[in-house]
């Protein structure tokens, strides 16, 4: 653990010096699931015998809301403490990131001033932030790399994110022991979401098509985190679609393969490195009216504090629903990395013997990224939906969790705003298609 203190001060919006007169640690862990063994003691008594004082702040949610980053960023504005570590999953290290910002340099416009357009006015903190080290102990988000932090917008009934370069940890503690204690459904959920992040960015527009403001190329363009695919983000995907065609299933069914929760550890942060560069696209777009939607379904767990009464749907768990309908729909925009995903995949699962698989080989899945694209989605969305039954965790369909056809409507209208992620698809996402793939997500199998 390297020292934490010392924070460098920045200016605020108004260009008054943030004084950082605290010199000590802040732990975030969650308040309601104990993540590892006993990580979060291990962490502080680092920091102790390191000479730093330490305060907790335990107040995060899993699945968090605007409110919860604020009243984490009014915290960060009390303590104003030196330097800041998060013990936790994506919830925990994304408040973390959102608190820091928020606590450090209050913008004039609140929640909505650091959240994406068009939701929100999408600025990056005026100054320099106190330094964040991540320590995650789940295999899934890979946001002790990247520079957003996603939350629940509860009035609006869906999902947003902040999103800049200012948010990415300085540094990030990586051991898949933190892990050894999750459950199979944390560890489905959270490795669906590394699946995701890796087919997504594989497949996104290219970087050297992305949007670029008036009056600029993209050589002066400020390069986004959402940039799309490219050559240097495509090896990251490539090696965790790996990682995970091979590891996810057997981490989820057995506890004791530490091999496979090892890869799922390395497939998340490599991915997450990956992601961060390129960007998500559809499944993410899609999957956040439906995670912030009260439904109710057996496979959703008990509501948080903050929330309405109703259960929720993990956000890994609501990303993969969307994934078999989404790849399938979008072959067509890039039939040659498709196949390469869906070969990745189908390998994979003829070694593992999946049930469902299709067992389709290189060269026909070659013939039909050529001549049949629709037969090429079929089976990328199979070889998918394979991996979902293989688990035994996994809900079905979104008919699962209590949505029904009445509802896509109102999904569609959730998900249209969050033209970060809905941008980097491989092809312009109208309302038109986005309702077509949610009425395909309602029953899988």
Same mark, same amino acid.
């Given at each position: 653990m390297?020292?934490?203190?010392g924070?460098s001060?920045g200016?605020g919006?108004? $260009?008054?010096e ?8 802040f732990d975030v862990k969650?308040n @309601?699931v104990t993540? $590892?063994l006993?990580?979060?003691a291990?962490?502080?008594r680092?920091?102790?015998s390191?000479?730093h004082?330490v305060v907790v702040?335990d107040?995060?949610?899993v699945?968090?809301?605007?409110g ?6 009014e915290?960060?504005a ?9 013990v *936790?999953g994506g919830?925990?290290?994304d408040t973390t990131?959102? *608190? ?10 609140g929640?909505?001033?650091?959240? @994406? ?5 999408g600025?990056s ?5 106190a330094?964040?080290i ?12 990247t520079?957003?932090a996603v939350?629940d917008?509860?009035? =609006?009934n ?5 999103a800049s370069k ?6 990030a503690?990586v051991?898949p022991?933190f892990?050894d204690?999750?459950?199979p459904e944390?560890?489905c959920?959270?490795?669906y979401d ?10 996104a ?5 992305r949007?670029v403001?008036a ?9 986004p985190? @959402?940039?799309?695919?490219?050559p240097?983000?495509?090896i990251?995907?490539? =090696?965790?679609?790996?990682?995970c065609?091979?590891?996810l299933v057997?981490a989820?069914?057995d ?6 929760r090892?890869g ?11 992601m961060g @560069? ?6 993410h777009?899609m999957?956040?009216?439906v995670?912030?939607?009260s439904a109710?379904?057996?496979?959703c ?7 309405p009464?109703?259960?929720?749907l993990?956000? *890994?768990?609501s ?6 309908a989404?790849f ?8 040659g ?6 070969a990745t995949?189908?390998?994979a699962s003829?070694?593992?013997?999946l =049930?469902?698989?299709?067992g389709?080989?290189q ?9 049949d694209?629709?037969?090429? *989605?079929?089976?990328?969305s199979?070889?998918l939906?394979?991996?979902? =039954? ?5 809900p079905?369909?979104l008919?699962a969790?209590?949505?029904?056809m009445?509802?896509?409507? $109102?999904?569609?209208?959730r998900?249209?705003?969050?033209k970060?992620?809905?941008?980097n ?7 038109a298609?986005l309702?077509?793939i ?8």
């Open positions: 390297e020292d934490i203190s924070a001060p200016s919006p108004s $260009g008054a943030n004084e950082i007169d605290v010199e000590y640690g969650a @309601n993540f $590892g006993e990580t979060t291990d962490v502080i680092a920091l102790e390191a000479g004082d702040y107040e995060v949610t699945e968090p809301t605007d919860s980053f604020l009243a984490a960023g915290w960060v009390e303590t104003k403490a030196a330097a800041y570590v998060s *936790g919830s925990v290290m990131k959102a *608190g820091i910002v928020y606590g450090m340099y209050p913008h004039r416009d929640f909505y001033g650091y959240i @994406n357009k068009p939701m929100g006015s600025d903190p005026s100054g320099l932030l330094p964040h991540a320590v995650p102990t789940t295999s899934g988000t890979g946001s002790e790399t520079g957003f939350c917008v509860i009035e =609006r869906t999902k947003t994110a902040l200012a948010l990415i940890p300085v540094h503690v051991d022991a892990c204690s999750l459950t944390i560890i959920a959270s490795g590394v699946l995701c992040h890796a087919m997504e960015s594989y497949t527009r290219p970087y050297f098509m949007a403001d009056g600029t190329t993209p050589a002066t363009h400020d390069r985190l @959402n940039q799309g695919a490219n240097i983000a495509d990251g995907c490539i =090696r965790a679609l790996e990682l065609a091979q590891y057997r989820v069914t506890a004791d393969d530490v091999a496979a090892d799922m550890m390395l497939a998340s942060t490599v991915v997450g490195t990956a @560069n390129a960007g998500t696209a559809l499944c777009g999957s956040y009216p995670s912030a939607f109710h379904g057996s496979h767990p008990s509501p948080e504090s903050g929330y009464d109703a259960p929720l993990p956000h *890994g768990m990303v993969m629903m969307h994934a078999p989404a399938a729909y979008q072959v067509a925009a890039d039939p990395r498709h196949a390469a995903v869906t995949l189908a390998q003829a070694a593992l013997g =049930r469902h698989a299709t389709v080989s060269a026909d899945l070659c013939a039909m990224a050529a001549d694209t629709l037969a090429l *989605g079929e089976v990328l199979q070889e939906i394979a991996i979902m =039954r293989a688990t035994g965790v996994t079905p369909g008919s969790v209590g949505i029904t009445n509802d896509i409507p $109102g999904l569609v209208e998900a249209l705003p969050q970060r992620v809905l941008n698809a491989p092809f312009a996402v109208s309302a298609d309702s077509v949610y009425e395909d997500s309602l029953n899988l199998w």
